[in-house]
């Protein structure tokens, strides 16, 4: 057992660690289909799904066995390649942005000094998918659905790498873990970067296309936009790209804004770490579900126009004022 | 005419014979024909040459019949009561409608078998381009100058015109239905969309035109309707509304239907109207019959339709907010819809196609109890109404979905032929409860909601105050129902008093011949339009003298308002469409018939 050195036993851990933080990224997007749905029907007074197993939590299973087992059919029109590659992207830039988030201080995928660098290229290469979905289908809605997405993720990749800058020029640093651990010793940024926290939301909505800013497939006009030529488990992977999205993007508020980990009684029990983690981010998916279930879509001009005329100057002066008293700090 | 310089609408005139007078004198009275009828307005037949004169007369006189309120044919050829009528083999109708005067006319044409052939009205009235359509499609009148004289609820492909009286209504007397592949590539060749048709481009000298096919299966389209539009990026250029997809014949059952038989298929032409579609028609029959109904039906009556209205609205209110893309209302809608769903189904014993009007009546007595459960609802209405304006109404991005899209001021309105919250919306008071009193609305105390910009908010914005009034006029009815029967004591009243029947032999052969047969109403014309759900709806009954409606004219409101559409829409983005779309208040079946 020579060759069981403690390095590659720790290699060996952390490759576990990795593989067991985003099967549970996984599973929890997939489990999330139930839990919005359970959580819309308490909205808005009704049941749904409470058939399948104890308040419906086979519903899931149930699902997946009826997504796996349907055809899985490319139009004939379509370009292929394309068509298949765009549901990996979808399902996948999200799930490997997760890589740098920080659950505990001693879990986490990649510890990247680029942590936030990572994440905004990751957050820039979902838009492929909606771009390779609605072209490779041939179909016009598709189209009609892609371009918008374009137009709304140039819109608001703008600012939301922009939003964040506030929090990299105190922290000084855009490893996760130390903006984490600045947060602390000093607030949590959900104070002193306020604006930023309002202008990542929305932009964080806007990149998981998530309502309000479910342009891209807008039910009520495009059908289904982008993915309306999609069935089975391709589409399967866009709708749990959709989640694990929202799981990103809770994770990363919580992180960057709410204190990660951080939370009451952690120097007692380490363990509750995980749990405040947890805890805050579920609150955030809770949050993007009741946005869903209480707002109308705005007209997709309107949704650029939010974006440029008022969460990008809105960001702007964040930066600046930021900037502007980390030198007076100095 | 706009909102500031708003209309007078003096009291309804029966049989305003001022017109007559008018067109008189200024084309000789040897020009005309009056027909003497039951439709409350002087109907004229005028000779073919003279007609676009007349109709353009009409539309410029002082007091000018703005609106062409419906123009379709009659097939005269088995006709059989036709004294001292202009020989004819078909006959075409224009009903037009003046709100200065607010009276009618009915303009008549005759035509002969081997010359059906009329000059297009489409110069003078816009919307007579889709009535003329379906003229064409029904009867195979030819009208000359139309822009684009083709099948208007037939596929392109059909054979032969329905409504003619030697086109059989049933389908055992055609030949059994079989599927070619041949006859299927020929089928789906014609669906095919050629915007030259419609003298539309394919692209400009820059660029090309994106074809978009919305519809006839589309989450926004409101049941099978079909929209082509022409799009630069997401800007409508132009489009061309198609339906005919929900047609069912209604007009040509009402030709093979009793009179008593065929009040079930009313329900089904506007499909969330309910009982509302049974009131114009047994009122035109009633006029036929020359019934009076006592006070206590008319009362039911009103209190029945108005529930359908509430019911109407309900879905209305649910789905045009979830057009705009918010998702929850409906679910809220749906809730209210149950509420008075219980009181419909413990009064009439159905939910949604109760059929439960009667020719001189109404089926039953209101049940023991009624007045609790309609007071239950009428408590728990009103503050769920406040809370959708306040959480979904006043949201800010419904607003700015909404405020100044597709909006539309009332001459383009009256000329389309729009009725209802559509035209109340642009500011007009013109609500046929109060205009033309019908069904003892007269007696009722409630406000007819108005707004100013015609646009999709303000539309809405009309229906919630309609169903405030609504639930005024429930709750006066039932504060004064009257006692009394619950059908007119009248030979014609189908079916007639059924415990009478066990004491009377008279009674109880009539009974037996009126459920059999069906009754028999005296040849004439009568006419009735009400304030439905979704506009005027009118029913516009010939008799011959039989058990059965001669021509059965169905005059519903969504037909125009989807007629306009393009007029509205053009330059505007597709979201706007689905807002505009949603902010209509249509069915199909209330369209296709």
Known sequence: MSWLTPELIDVIVQVLKAIVILLVVVVSGALLSFVERRLLGLWQDRYGPNRVGPFGMFQLGADMLKMFFKEDWTPPFADKPIFTLAPVVAMSSLLIAFAVVPVTPTWGVADLNIGLLFFFAMAGLTVYAVLFAGWSSNNKFALLGSLRASAQTVSYEVFLGLSLMGIVAQVGSFNMRDIVEYQQEHLWFIIPQFLGFATFFIAGVAVTHRHPFDQPEAEQELADGYHIEYAGMKWGMFFVGEYIGIVLISALLTTLFFGGWHGPFLDALPWLSFFWFALKTGFFIMLFILLRASIPRPRYDQVMAFSWKFCLPLTLINLLVTGALVLAAQ | ?593
């Open chain 2, 1 to 593: 005419m706009t909102a500031d310089s708003a209309l007078y609408i003096p009291p309804y005139k029966a049989d305003d014979q001022d017109i007559v007078v008018e067109l008189n004198a200024r084309f000789g009275a040897q020009t005309f024909t009056l027909q003497p009828t039951r439709t409350g307005m002087p109907v004229l037949w005028v000779p073919r040459e003279r007609l676009i004169e007349v109709l353009a007369f009409l539309r410029q006189v002082s007091k000018p019949y703005v609106m062409l309120y419906d123009l379709h044919g009659v097939d005269e050829r088995l006709r059989t009561h036709r004294q001292g009528l202009p020989a004819a083999d078909f006959s075409v109708f224009y009903h037009l409608m003046s709100l200065e005067r607010n009276s009618d006319v009915m303009i008549k044409v005759a035509l002969s078998e081997r010359d059906l052939n009329l000059p297009t009205a489409t110069s003078v009235w816009p919307n007579a381009n889709w009535y003329e359509r379906e003229v064409w499609d029904m009867f195979g009148i030819n009208f000359e100058g139309h822009p684009h004289l083709i099948r208007m609820l037939m596929p392109p492909t059909w054979e032969g015109h329905p409504l003619r009286k030697d086109y059989p209504a049933r389908a055992t007397e055609f030949d059994p239905f079989s599927l070619t592949a041949a006859k299927q590539d020929l089928e789906q060749e014609a669906l095919r969309f050629k915007p030259e048709d419609w003298g539309m481009k394919r692209g400009s000298e820059h660029e090309d035109y994106m074809f978009l096919n919305l519809g006839p299966n589309h989450p926004s389209a409101h049941g099978a309707f079909r929209i082509i539009l022409q799009l630069d990026g997401e800007e409508i250029i132009d489009c061309v509304p198609e339906i005919g997809y929900h047609h069912r014949g209604a007009e040509k059952m009402g030709e093979r239907q009793s009179w008593h038989s065929y009040i079930p298929y009313t329900d089904r032409v506007d499909y969330l109207g309910g009982v509302m579609n049974n009131l114009p028609y047994v009122l035109a029959v009633e006029k036929l019959a020359g019934i009076k109904v006592p006070d206590r039906v008319d009362f039911i009556r009103v209190m029945m339709a108005e529930f359908f209205r509430i019911q109407n609205h309900l879905l209305y209110l649910g789905t045009y907010i979830q057009d705009v893309g918010a998702m929850t209302p409906v679910f809220f809608t749906f809730t209210d819809r149950q509420r008075a769903y219980k009181v419909i189904e413990a009064i009439t014993g159905f939910r949604m196609h109760p059929a439960w009007y009667r020719i001189g009546g109404v089926a039953h007595d209101l049940p023991r109890g009624w007045d609790k459960l309609v007071r239950e609802f009428l408590d728990w209405m009103p503050k769920r109404l406040a809370e959708y304006e306040k959480a979904a109404l006043k949201n800010s991005i419904l607003r700015g979905r909404t405020i100044g899209v597709a909006s539309y001021n009332t001459k383009e309105a009256l000329e389309w032929g729009v009725t209802g919250a559509g035209l109340r919306a642009t500011g007009l008071d013109f609500d046929l409860r109060k205009a033309r009193p019908y069904s003892g609305y007269q007696h009722f105390e409630f406000e007819v909601p108005l707004a100013v910009n015609g646009d999709a908010y303000d539309r809405c914005m009309v229906k919630m105050g309609e169903m405030r009034e609504s639930l005024r006029i429930i709750e006066q009815c039932l504060k004064h129902m009257p006692e009394g029967p619950y059908k007119a004591d009248h030979p014609l009243t189908t079916p007639p008093p059924k415990e009478r029947t066990l004491e009377h032999i008279e009674t109880l052969i009539t009974h037996f011949l009126q459920v059999s047969w069906g009754p028999v109403m005296p040849a004439n014309e009568s006419f009735q339009m009400i304030e439905a759900t979704k506009g005027i709806n009118s029913y516009y009954l010939t008799s011959d003298g039989s058990t059965m409606s001669y021509r059965t004219r169905i005059r519903t409101p969504s037909f125009p308002h989807l007629q306009q559409i393009p007029s509205v829409i053009r330059g505007s983005m597709v979201a706007d469409l689905i807002a505009y779309l949603g902010s209509i208040d249509f069915v199909m079946a209330d369209v296709d018939r």
